[in-house]
């Protein structure tokens, strides 16, 4: 039976491969909290950096926190937690909320987004497969950044919050991988810093719309139809600008040739000239 679940969190989306399965060696019988304790050192910098990039104006990209720890990470982790399932449209976590429960993801696609403050969504990205959510506030206790809905039917596991932790002390490889998804979140938030000072909202578009052939694509029609569902008004707040601004930059892409565009579907003919033109 589907159901809400109503907490709040900023969750990771794209996967770093790199040292995936890779246990540091000499870890001692205190590496697990000592590492949860550098997940709430940093974690509490990557809030920090996401609120800055948010405050930057309206018309500049918000910041999508960061990356997914691979699934194989927490296996054991959530061995034993409960499965659930989400409709779609169904509210997994609100913004605003202290959670109690860390979900990941199984199947299914969600949003991550927040409110303007003129009540606009603006949407801060798309988690999917193996994606990782309320982790910070299970780990910090403070409120989530962000809403989180499912786009499709969505299955997870479901883990109380104090299990999560209980799991990750006596797991110092998953909490490492934890710690290793935070440093990506970093990253990734001075990136979006730089998009805002260097790149127009084409160019803006150009580099989400990368993002989602690379991890929302299927071959067709000579390129890559983006299979997520997403309307212009959500690739607006994505990317941080207006509707009438997106509508101009697809028209400027499609003149190009690098992409086709057609009623809720969009289709990147030419992914390398998409990454050109982005940088």
Same mark, same amino acid.
């Given at each position: 039976? %589907?159901?809400?679940?109503?907490?709040?969190?900023?969750?990771?989306?794209?996967?770093?491969?790199?040292?995936?399965?890779?246990?540091?060696?000499?870890?001692?019988?205190?590496?697990?909290? @000592?590492?949860?304790?550098?997940?709430?050192?940093?974690?509490?910098?990557?809030?920090?950096?996401?609120?800055?990039?948010?405050?930057?104006?309206?018309? %500049?990209?918000?910041?999508?926190?960061?990356?997914?720890?691979?699934?194989?990470?927490?296996?054991?982790?959530?061995?034993?937690?409960?499965?659930?399932?989400?409709?779609?449209?169904?509210?997994?976590?609100?913004?605003?909320?202290?959670?109690?429960?860390?979900?990941?993801?199984?199947?299914?696609?969600?949003?991550?987004?927040?409110?303007?403050?003129?009540?606009?969504?603006?949407?801060?990205?798309?988690?999917?497969?193996?994606?990782?959510?309320?982790?910070?506030?299970?780990?910090?206790? @403070?409120?989530?950044?962000?809403?989180?809905?499912?786009?499709?039917?969505?299955?997870?596991?479901?883990?109380?919050?104090?299990?999560?932790?209980?799991?990750?002390?006596?797991?110092?490889?998953?909490?490492?991988?934890?710690l290793r998804s935070v440093i990506v979140r970093l990253r990734d938030a001075d990136r979006k810093r730089l998009e805002i000072a260097s790149l127009d909202a084409a160019g803006r578009l150009a580099r989400r719309l990368v993002e989602l052939a690379e991890l929302h694509g299927e071959p067709a029609d000579g390129g890559i139809r983006i299979t997520l569902p997403i309307t212009q008004q959500e690739l607006a707040g994505w990317v941080g600008t207006s509707r009438e601004a997106v509508s101009k930059a697809l028209h400027r892409l499609r003149e190009r040739g690098l992409i086709d565009? @057609?009623?809720?579907?969009?289709?990147?003919?030419?992914?390398?000239?998409?990454?050109?033109?982005?940088?």
């Open positions: 039976m %589907d159901f809400h679940l109503h907490d709040a969190t900023m969750a990771p989306a794209r996967r770093d491969r790199k040292g995936i399965g890779h246990t540091p060696s000499g870890i001692s019988s205190h590496s697990g909290e @000592q590492g949860i304790e550098a997940v709430r050192r940093l974690g509490s910098q990557a809030r920090r950096a996401g609120a800055t990039l948010a405050r930057v104006g309206e018309d %500049d990209a918000r910041a999508d926190l960061g990356h997914a720890t691979p699934a194989g990470a927490f296996e054991e982790v959530f061995h034993d937690a409960a499965r659930r399932r989400f409709g779609k449209g169904a509210i997994v976590f609100s913004e605003g909320d202290v959670s109690n429960r860390v979900v990941l993801v199984v199947s299914g696609r969600l949003k991550v987004s927040v409110s303007s403050d003129d009540g606009r969504e603006v949407v801060l990205g798309y988690r999917e497969r193996g994606d990782l959510l309320g982790e910070f506030t299970a780990i910090d206790g @403070q409120p989530h950044l962000a809403s989180v809905t499912a786009v499709e039917p969505t299955e997870a596991l479901v883990l109380p919050a104090d299990r999560f932790l209980a799991a990750l002390e006596e797991r110092p490889a998953a909490a490492m991988e934890l565009v @057609q009623r809720r579907s969009i289709t990147v003919l030419d992914l390398e000239g998409l990454r050109r033109w982005a940088r």
